[in-house]
């Protein structure tokens, strides 16, 4: 059985743990200078327009988004 025909609720463990084991060698992934640029960039944008918003207002905003 491949991937695509388990259940939904099996993929998401399977990406969940392999997720698991990527993030403990984060160390070895590299990670292109765009991805940094554009990281930075936005950080800066939202320290110069948000900086009196508090984290959990954005946290808020961000999951009434995925919804």
């Known amino acids: 059985m491949g991937f695509a025909e ?3 609720a099996e993929q998401l463990r399977y990406l969940m743990a392999r997720w698991d ?3 403990e060698q984060s160390d070895e992934i590299a990670v292109p200078e765009s991805h940094l640029s ?3 960039a936005r950080l800066e944008r939202y320290r110069r327009n948000n900086a009196a918003t508090p ?13």
């Open 6 to 8: 388990l259940p939904n």
């Open 21 to 23: 084991q990527i993030s």
């Open 38 to 40: 554009l990281a930075q």
């Open 55 to 67: 984290a959990f207002d954005v946290l808020d905003r961000l999951s009434q988004n995925l919804k």
